[in-house]
């Protein structure tokens, strides 16, 4: 077999490897995306009020253009942040529906009834709220930014609690966060998009297309799907339709089951590890460069496509596409939110009151009515406190929140007005969720 002979690590290999794996750690605990998106979130804010305010709006109006010869695609570095890198949001956003439709909470009607009922809650209360606040004129364009809930913020306060919050609570807590995405994502493309340009249809079913025929041929790479990607969300720009949203197309079309292959990958990598024992000699591994291939190719494939991809995006979606969205959007000048003028004081106080109380009360009095009805009923561990613990954390809004407003908003005062009620009522909700969680433990140790 192998000739060479182990040696042990030197101190700074160890040194490196315990970084790696506390770094590692790290981006597997669901708290730390949550706080690294707070982080960028109070860099803007602060930013954006401090002497250095014209550097950061500067910053992101500087062109980036991307071409070949002389072809350009030049825009804005807020619209590469908004328009592009969304779009991979987008996309784990569509994996994790597709996965719970699959075989998750959303796998059938009698699991899925009550995040449904008590997400439709949490919806229409919320824009009833800020309708009655703002009935009319240019801030009644804003009437569903209160109604989205941030996934990362919510399910990070949660996991601040470990496993004092019983499990059922989290789940209820994630699927209603996930048909809240669903409702938002509806919403754009229904009222939030511009005048169709039929020729970008086209472009768009013929990535779709693309997509297709790579599946049916059996291609499992991630990396072959980038170029009808790209066309999907070019002819969705075209469209009129907010390119982001390829990204929800896309992973809607994300496989959950393996390719298909004359060879299990199981029994493909049992079998490519034992031609690589009987082939490889010394260190050099001469003649294994065939079944390390195979070897690479069972790995890839022992976890269905929607698994592996969103595994891969979501460290780069947490870490990188989410903080970069709030350190681009969440600065918000307070010079520029008059709170007197009637009109942006009316949009900040609908969105704040929206996602503050018609949250928890939408999601709240929709789970009691239709628990009352019989159409469905609580989960196993899950209490009238829990479900209210849900509804305090579904007011947290920021990312999509303030995805929905800039579309929204064209007037920079009405949008200063409405981010700024995003930033108050998701810090709000946060703190009552944190508060609340804390009573029902202290509950559930004296009982």
């Known amino acids: 077999m192998f000739s060479d002979h182990h040696r042990p690590p030197t101190r700074a290999q160890r040194v490196a490897e315990r970084a790696f794996l506390a770094v590692e750690r790290f981006l597997h605990i669901e708290a730390a995306s949550g706080i690294v998106l707070l982080g960028a979130a109070i860099i803007a804010l602060v930013w954006a009020n401090s002497p250095w305010a014209h550097a950061y709006h500067a910053l992101w109006h500087l062109p980036a253009s991307l071409g070949i010869g002389e072809w350009q695609f030049s825009r804005p570095l807020h619209f590469w942040v908004n328009d592009v890198l969304m779009t991979v949001f987008f996309l784990v956003v569509g994996m994790e529906i597709r996965r719970e439709i699959h075989a998750g909470a959303l796998a059938d009607l009698r699991s899925a009834a009550l995040p449904l009922v008590a997400a439709a809650g949490g919806v229409v209360v919320p824009a009833l709220i800020y309708h009655a606040l703002n009935p009319s004129g240019a801030a009644l364009a804003g009437w569903a930014v209160p109604t989205a809930t941030d996934i990362a913020f919510a399910v990070g306060v949660l996991a601040l ?56 041929a059996g291609v499992g790479t991630a990396y072959a799907y980038v170029l009808p990607a790209i066309v999907v969300w070019t002819g969705l720009l075209e469209l009129g339709i907010h390119p982001t949203l390829a990204g929800i197309v896309l992973g809607l079309m994300t496989p959950v089951r393996p390719t298909r292959s004359r060879e299990a990958p199981l029994q493909m990598a049992v079998r ?176």
């Open 272 to 447: 490519a590890v034992q031609d690589i024992g009987a082939t490889a000699t010394g260190w050099q591994g001469d003649g294994i460069e065939h079944p390390l291939r195979r070897l690479r190719w069972a790995q890839r494939e022992l976890q269905p496509p929607v698994v592996r991809v969103q595994a891969a995006l979501h460290p780069w979606v947490a870490f990188g596409v989410m903080p970069l969205f709030a350190l681009a959007n969440a600065g918000v000048s307070l010079d520029g939110v008059d709170v007197i003028q009637v009109g942006t004081s009316a949009v900040t106080l609908g969105v704040f009151l929206g996602l503050v109380a018609g949250k928890p009360l939408g999601i709240v009095a929709a789970s009691w009515l239709a628990v009352k009805a019989g159409w469905c009923r609580l989960p196993d561990g899950v209490s009238w406190a829990g479900v209210l613990l849900v509804g305090l954390l579904g007011g947290i809004g920021f990312t999509m929140s303030i995805f929905i407003a800039m579309l929204a908003f064209s007037d920079e005062a009405l949008l200063a007005a409405a981010k700024l009620g995003i930033l108050l009522a998701s810090l709000t909700a946060a703190l009552l969720g944190f508060a609340w969680a804390m009573v029902a433990m202290r509950r559930r140790a004296g009982s």
């Open 161 to 216: 609690f470990g496993r004092s919050i019983p499990g059922n609570v989290r789940v209820l807590l994630l699927a209603l966060a996930i048909i809240d995405d669903i409702a938002a994502v509806l919403i754009i493309a229904m009222f939030y998009s511009d005048a169709l340009v039929h020729v970008g249809a086209f472009v768009a079913v013929g990535g779709i297309a693309m997509v297709l025929v790579l599946q049916a």
